[in-house]
């Protein structure tokens, strides 16, 4: 299995732009997660899914980011505009079900000029 | 207001000897608890895990100790080895809320040669 494969691995770009990180999460796992890691904070959830379904979005931080899984095999966060403050490394995780391991993408390293 | 909080950001200890990495938690609903380990420019991966129903869990050189009443856990790791170096993050989780994990900020380890 390729495990939780997230693209890009880097992303640099200038204030006001537009961010998109995609995510393909393992197959036969019904939930995704996104996360974003900062030093600050550490590991926070910004969103998670089940069945394709968004279940809870209360960690995405403004209505700046947004997030969508049209199928199971696809998930992204859009950050629109994007800020200085959103530099971070986003992951996205999946897993089989409620109380099984939690797998991680490898992140996107992202930096908001 | 951090749930789950690792109050050392590092910690430095030479090869051989125990690395012990602390976790604190403030919500008594948790009843599961993980230990993630990340290596730079990867995802977390998962180490060891222990249910509330115990307060000792050991996984060759890992052991995780929980002590309920203290919301205290901690991860020993006996010897430590250089490729132990990495983050460490510590992760909680309540029984039908999905399973949602809430992570610490990790503790950067460095086991010296």
């Known amino acids: 299995d390729a495990g939780v494969i997230q693209s890009p691995r880097h992303e640099v770009t200038e204030m006001g732009q537009e961010v998109t990180l995609r995510c393909k999460p393992i197959s036969g796992h019904n939930s995704l997660f996104w996360y974003r890691q900062t030093m600050m904070r550490g590991l926070e959830l910004l969103i998670y899914f089940n069945n394709n379904v968004p279940i809870d979005d209360s960690g995405m931080p403004e209505d700046r980011f947004s997030a969508k899984m049209p199928n199971a095999s696809f998930s992204t966060l859009k950050i629109q505009p994007s800020e200085p403050r959103d530099s971070a490394v986003y992951f996205c995780?999946?897993?089989?079900?409620?109380?099984?391991?939690?797998?991680f993408g490898s992140g996107t390293q992202l930096s908001v000029l | 207001d951090q749930q789950v909080k690792q109050n050392s950001p590092s910690l430095s200890v030479q090869e051989g000897r125990i690395s012990i990495l602390n976790c604190d938690y403030t919500?008594?609903?948790?009843?599961?608890f993980l230990w993630y380990k990340k290596y730079p420019a990867e995802g977390p991966t998962f180490l060891i895990s222990?249910?509330?129903?115990?307060d000792k869990n050991e996984d060759g050189r890992f052991t995780v100790f929980l002590n309920k009443s203290a919301k205290h856990l901690s991860l020993h790791i006996v010897p430590s080895q250089p490729g132990d170096s990495a983050v460490y993050f510590c992760a909680a989780s309540v029984f039908g809320s999905a399973r949602q994990l809430t992570f610490g900020s990790g503790t950067q380890l460095t086991v010296l040669p």
């Open positions: 919500n008594s609903m948790f009843d599961y």
């Open positions: 995780a999946s897993r089989r079900g409620a109380g099984e391991k939690l797998f």
């Open positions: 222990i249910s509330s129903i115990k």
